[in-house]
Each structure stands twice: as structure tokens, then as C-alpha cells.
């Protein structure tokens, strides 16, 4: 399943982030700050740099 993530590394979404990677979900995490891009895709997850309104 492929699953959007808003909120990039906070106390949700980094667990949650690696919860659905290990079950074999594809996930993109939405960053809005670009200096996080390799953290998030040590995780096993997509980036994607924006925000959302």
C-alpha cells in the first residue's frame, strides 16, 4: 500500500513511519525542511519537500 505521512519526524511519525516501512508499505514523508531528506530516507522512506495548507 503506498501511504503519505505529514509531519515528517515527530513523536508520531517517525515510529509510525517505521512501523509501515517493516510491514512493507511504500510511504513518502512530507518534510518541510529539506535538511531532513537523509534522516528520513535512512528510515526506508520516500521524501517529499513541501508543505501542506
Known amino acids: 500500500m503506498k501511504i503519505t ?3 515528517s ?3 508520531i511519525g ?5 512501523d509501515l516501512v517493516k510491514a512493507g508499505h511504500k ?3 512530507i ?3 529539506e ?3 537523509n534522516e528520513i530516507e535512512a528510515l526506508g522512506a ?6 501542506v495548507f
Not at 517517525?14 to 517505521?18: D, V, Y
Not at 520516500?46 to 508543505?51: E, H, K, P, T, Y
Open 5 to 7: 505521512i505529514t509531519g
Open 9 to 11: 519526524l515527530g513523536h
Open 14 to 18: 517517525r515510529p509510525l513511519t517505521l
Open 27 to 29: 510511504v513518502t514523508v
Open 31 to 33: 518534510t518541510s525542511n
Open 35 to 37: 535538511n531532513k531528506k
Open 46 to 51: 520516500l521524501v517529499a519537500v513541501g508543505r
